[in-house]
């Protein structure tokens, strides 16, 4: 399964964005999907999850109420709509895959994509 993220960019506190993290490959085996981030000099964190089937989903408490993830299963593609951001979300977006392969698990990562949140 490989994922390519777009979407990031530079914008002003209070703005908005949306990240997408296109999939490929064997998307059939892929489960559960996820964002996290990594600003600079701190580890990486999760941002949220989404089920398979998109009936569940998870945030980060610094997150709720301002970001939502979403999956559309036909275009094998995830997104990240974040709404009144703020310069602590300023970091590399990186989404996830969990897929199948045989009878092991496994993680998909993206190359990430740079937010970039001015006050």
């Known amino acids: 399964v490989h994922l390519v993220e777009s979407g990031g960019g530079l914008v002003q506190a209070g703005g908005s964005l949306r990240l997408s993290c296109a999939a490929s490959?064997?998307?059939?085996?892929?489960?559960?999907m996820g964002w996290y981030r990594q600003a600079p000099g701190k580890q990486r964190e999760l941002v949220a999850n989404?089920?398979?089937?998109?009936?569940?989903?998870n945030y980060a408490d610094s997150v709720k109420g301002r970001f939502t993830i979403s999956r559309d299963n036909a275009k094998n593609t995830m997104y990240l709509q974040m709404n009144s951001l703020q310069p602590e979300d300023t970091a590399v977006y990186y989404c996830?895959?969990?897929?199948?392969?045989?009878?092991?698990?496994?993680?998909?990562w993206g190359q990430g994509t740079q937010v970039t949140v001015s006050s």
């Open positions: 989404i089920t398979t089937g998109g009936g569940s989903t």
């Open positions: 996830t895959a969990d897929y199948v392969d045989g009878i092991a698990w496994y993680r998909s």
């Open positions: 490959g064997s998307t059939f085996s892929i489960d559960d």
